[in-house]
Each structure stands twice: as structure tokens, then as C-alpha cells.
């Protein structure tokens, strides 16, 4: 059989590659180390594919609250201690009421999540 994966040459070229003794030159001329420019060349792609296929599409802030409800199985009663009252919970989740800033804030410490980026 001739794969490269039963020769030991190919072995070896491929761990030097993998971890380091196989290098080249940066973009700025640099020398790099072969774990370097791979590591490099698989975060580019890693990097092009998850914009690719995980680009958030723009969202109110009442889908975002309602998604994480839904994903940590939140109850409308779970987000009183945030929202401030049971009615203040059922009219944000019916779009009659707008979260605050406080809300937000609250929301992302609750949600450990950033409230410029989700609200």
C-alpha cells in the first residue's frame, strides 16, 4: 500500500509540519515556525467558514430574550428578579414593553452576555 499514512517519511515530514520543524517566511519577511504557518492557515479557514455558515442574522431585542429563555428553560416567572415584576415580564415578552437599559444590563450579567452585542 502507498498511502502517505504507511510510509514513515510521510509521517515524519507531517509531524515536523505539525509541530514546528518545517517553517517558511511571513508576510513580513519573518521566519515563521511550521506550527506557526499552519496554525495561521487553519485559523483563516476555520475563521472564512464559520462566517460563512454561522452569520447571525439581526435580531430585536425581545427574539434574543426569548431565545435564551427558551434555550436556558426559562419561565416567564424565571425573569422577574430581572425584569422587576411578573407584569412587567409579560408585557416585555408581548412586545408591549421595551427592555430599559438597566434590563439590559441585567439581562447580560444574567445571560453573561455582552448588551452591546445582544440588545
Known sequence: MSTASSRPE???LLARALFGDAGG???EGQIV???TALGRIVDERIED???KS???KPAKPIEILSELSEANS???KDLVDVLGTPSIVSEVLN???GLTIEH???LSRRFNISPEVSF
Open 54 to 56: 454561522y452569520a447571525l
Open 74 to 76: 426559562l419561565k416567564q
Open 10 to 12: 510521510d509521517a515524519d
Open 49 to 51: 467558514f464559520e462566517q
Open 95 to 97: 412586545e408591549k414593553r
Open 104 to 106: 439590559m444590563k441585567k
Open 33 to 35: 515556525s511550521g506550527r
Open 25 to 27: 517566511i511571513g508576510p
